[in-house]
């Protein structure tokens, strides 16, 4: 077993027992000792992973920087507790890596790529919690790894990639605690939820969501728990640095996602669609199989506030309009649960066909995700390209060495004599701080900006009395924050891609207010 992964390694799955008696270690036979919950992971699963992480390091310097990944690096650097639209981990770490190997588009992206590697090994670790032996936690790694979610995520640095991870190790304890009736992975679990919340604070509304489904549910033994209380506090104190930070700001992050919506999806129309290519459409029944599962089978009916969790938080996001791709961090448990299910399938009858079917499902998915969410394409093969259409963040990782050679133009344009009274305004975060990291090296100053963490970092001084602005689609759209504007530039990617700065004017303007009065004007969140 040195190379692909054979049909033959695949075993019938362990049939599970009913785990509601004193002691259900006790319930679980011979067999499943030897493939069960205290058995070594499958040695696939780490092959999968490995691969997984090999492929997101291999394509990491396709095309450069995502905007989100200058606007972390950057915020990095102001140490803070929180910051308008986000917690403190992931901007702090990406500075670290930045500072470790500056420039560095694999380093950067190093911590995401293991993220990702590591939720496939979780996600296999829940599916033999629940009972899976090797050819569930097989299947359940392998639709993990090929998911359109873990290869867009895991390519680039976002916080999303660490909602995933957090939330998945969240539930693997949860999963393992109701499995195994004993309580210290709920004070991991109140840990790890902590500690994600200051990643991404859907961590925290998951965490909540899942303590309430188990208090309808059951079992409600882990209610009356001294360890989940220990939990609970846990929590409650790692976040707590974020939250005060928040509540000081006026809660800014409330702001911005009220601001952000579901648009990018198709908002609540697409918000179901969007499920189905979440993970892919051919792997689909995978996890519908998980969401099933605990209603249809005795032993797996203490998992039953899996399902429950994934319900409400769909509906919660529907009606709240939030973004489709929220419910990604629940996939990966879904998936361990689901794979249980397949792989009882498989080897009930015409086993080589099904596994055959499964491995289709799994090779066609990898190559689609592949496609829609890598760095594959050409860069001047990306406009009109349905790895586009699906997936714009990819064109948003293309032209900002020639977003920098313009407004490079634009500032060598201004007299020498003239430069210490001129600072540079951008409308959104990532074109500042593409200036701000990559600017440097041109010799140009640092930006300012009104966008959600660089509104924190102060208006340009009093004595700046003119600014090179953009953001802005000309002299008209810039009124009445700025005046007299003439254009010195225009950003061009040279490869036609329509993404956020192609065409942009770079234009020099006089502020039409002294900077305290104009700032509140200028400051948004989104």
Same mark, same amino acid.
């Given at each position: 077993?040195?190379?692909g992964?054979?049909l033959?390694?695949?075993?019938?799955?362990?049939?599970?027992?009913?785990?509601?008696?004193?002691?259900?270690?006790?319930?679980v036979?011979?067999?499943?000792?030897?493939?069960?919950?205290?058995?070594?992971?499958?040695?696939?699963?780490?092959v999968?992973?490995?691969?997984q992480?090999?492929a997101?390091?291999?394509?990491?310097?396709?095309?450069?920087?995502?905007?989100?990944?200058?606007?972390?690096?950057?915020?990095?650097?102001?140490?803070?507790?929180g910051?308008?639209?986000q917690?403190?981990?992931?901007?702090?770490?990406?500075?670290?890596?930045?500072?470790?190997?500056?420039?560095?588009?694999?380093?950067?992206?190093l911590?995401?790529?293991?993220?990702?590697?590591?939720?496939?090994?979780?996600?296999?670790?829940?599916?033999?919690?629940?009972g899976?032996?090797?050819h569930?936690?097989?299947?359940?790694?392998?639709c993990?790894?090929v998911?359109?979610?873990a290869?867009?995520?895991?390519?680039f640095?976002?916080?999303?990639?660490?909602?995933l991870?957090?939330?998945?190790?969240l539930?693997?304890?949860?999963v393992?605690?109701?499995?195994?009736?004993?309580?210290?992975?709920?004070?991991?679990?109140?840990?790890?939820?902590?500690v994600?919340?200051e990643?991404?604070?859907?961590?925290?509304?998951?965490?909540?969501?899942?303590?309430?489904?188990?208090?309808?549910?059951?079992?409600?033994?882990?209610?009356?728990?001294?360890?989940?209380?220990?939990?609970?506090?846990?929590?409650?104190?790692?976040?707590?640095?974020?939250?005060?930070?928040?509540?000081?700001?006026?809660?800014?992050?409330?702001?911005?996602?009220?601001?952000?919506?579901?648009?990018?999806?198709g908002?609540?129309a697409g918000?179901?669609?969007?499920?189905?290519?979440?993970?892919?459409?051919l792997?689909?029944?995978?996890?519908? %199989?998980?969401? *099933? &599962?605990? /209603?249809?089978?005795a +032993?797996?009916?203490? =998992? !039953?506030?899996?399902?429950?969790?994934? #319900? @409400?938080l769909?509906?919660?996001?529907?009606?709240?309009n939030?973004?489709?791709y929220?419910?990604?961090?629940?996939?990966?448990a879904l998936?361990?649960?689901? %794979?249980?299910? *397949? &792989?009882? /399938?498989?080897?009930? +009858?015409?086993?080589? =066909? !099904?596994?055959?079917?499964?491995?289709? #499902? @799994?090779?066609?998915?990898?190559?689609?995700?592949?496609?829609?969410?890598?760095?594959?394409?050409?860069?001047?093969?990306?406009?009109?390209?349905?790895?586009? %259409?699906?997936?714009?963040?990819?064109?948003?990782?293309?032209?900002?060495?020639?977003?920098?050679?313009?407004?490079?133009?634009?500032?060598?344009s201004?007299?020498?004599?003239?430069?210490?009274?001129t600072v540079?305004?951008?409308?959104?975060?990532?074109?500042?701080?593409?200036?701000?990291?990559?600017?440097?090296?041109?010799?140009?100053?640092?930006?300012?900006?009104?966008?959600?963490?660089?509104?924190?970092?102060?208006?340009?001084?009093?004595?700046?009395?003119?600014?090179?602005?953009?953001?802005?689609?000309?002299?008209?759209?810039?009124?009445?924050?700025?005046?007299?504007?003439?254009?010195?530039?225009?950003?061009?990617?040279?490869?036609?891609?329509?993404?956020?700065?192609?065409?942009?004017?770079?234009m020099?303007?006089?502020?039409?207010e002294?900077?305290?009065?104009?700032?509140?004007?200028?400051?948004?969140?989104?």
């Amino acid at each position: 077993m040195t190379s692909g992964i054979p049909l033959g390694v695949f075993r019938r799955s362990a049939r599970t027992q009913s785990l509601e008696g004193p002691d259900p270690r006790a319930a679980v036979g011979p067999r499943r000792r030897a493939s069960g919950p205290h058995s070594p992971l499958a040695g696939w699963v780490w092959v999968i992973a490995i691969a997984q992480l090999t492929a997101l390091l291999a394509t990491s310097t396709r095309y450069g920087y995502d905007r989100d990944e200058l606007y972390f690096t950057v915020a990095g650097g102001h140490l803070a507790w929180g910051y308008p639209d986000q917690p403190p981990i992931v901007p702090l770490l990406c500075s670290a890596m930045d500072k470790i190997a500056p420039g560095s588009l694999t380093m950067l992206r190093l911590p995401s790529a293991l993220a990702a590697a590591a939720t496939t090994v979780l996600a296999a670790l829940i599916a033999r919690e629940a009972g899976g032996a090797r050819h569930a936690q097989i299947i359940t790694a392998a639709c993990t790894a090929v998911s359109a979610f873990a290869l867009a995520t895991g390519h680039f640095v976002t916080t999303t990639t660490f909602d995933l991870l957090s939330t998945t190790a969240l539930l693997w304890l949860l999963v393992r605690a109701m499995m195994r009736r004993t309580g210290v992975p709920l004070l991991l679990a109140g840990v790890v939820a902590g500690v994600g919340i200051e990643a991404k604070p859907q961590v925290g509304i998951v965490a909540l969501v899942a303590l309430i489904s188990v208090a309808a549910a059951g079992p409600r033994w882990p209610l009356r728990s001294r360890w989940l209380g220990a939990g609970v506090a846990a929590a409650v104190v790692l976040a707590a640095p974020y939250a005060i930070w928040q509540a000081r700001h006026g809660w800014p992050q409330v702001t911005v996602a009220g601001n952000i919506g579901g648009s990018a999806e198709g908002g609540r129309a697409g918000f179901v669609p969007f499920q189905l290519v979440m993970v892919s459409p051919l792997l689909v029944p995978v996890w519908i %199989a998980g969401l *099933v &599962a605990p /209603w249809r089978r005795a +032993a797996l009916r203490p =998992l !039953r506030f899996l399902p429950i969790t994934y #319900a @409400v938080l769909a509906v919660a996001y529907m009606v709240g309009n939030g973004k489709a791709y929220y419910l990604a961090s629940l996939y990966p448990a879904l998936l361990g649960l689901g %794979a249980v299910a *397949v &792989a009882d /399938w498989t080897t009930k +009858a015409r086993e080589r =066909l !099904r596994l055959g079917v499964v491995a289709a #499902a @799994v090779a066609v998915s990898a190559a689609v995700s592949a496609y829609i969410a890598l760095p594959l394409l050409p860069q001047a093969s990306l406009q009109g390209s349905a790895a586009m %259409a699906i997936n714009p963040d990819l064109g948003e990782a293309v032209g900002w060495p020639q977003f920098i050679e313009a407004v490079s133009t634009a500032w060598r344009s201004v007299p020498v004599a003239d430069r210490a009274s001129t600072v540079i305004f951008t409308q959104n975060y990532g074109e500042a701080a593409a200036i701000d990291l990559l600017g440097r090296a041109a010799g140009l100053p640092g930006a300012y900006s009104g966008h959600n963490a660089f509104s924190e970092w102060g208006p340009p001084p009093a004595n700046a009395t003119q600014v090179l602005v953009i953001g802005f689609d000309g002299p008209a759209d810039a009124r009445p924050q700025f005046t007299h504007c003439s254009e010195r530039a225009v950003v061009d990617n040279h490869v036609g891609l329509d993404n956020q700065e192609q065409g942009l004017p770079i234009m020099l303007c006089r502020p039409a207010e002294p900077w305290p009065s104009l700032w509140p004007a200028l400051t948004h969140y989104n």
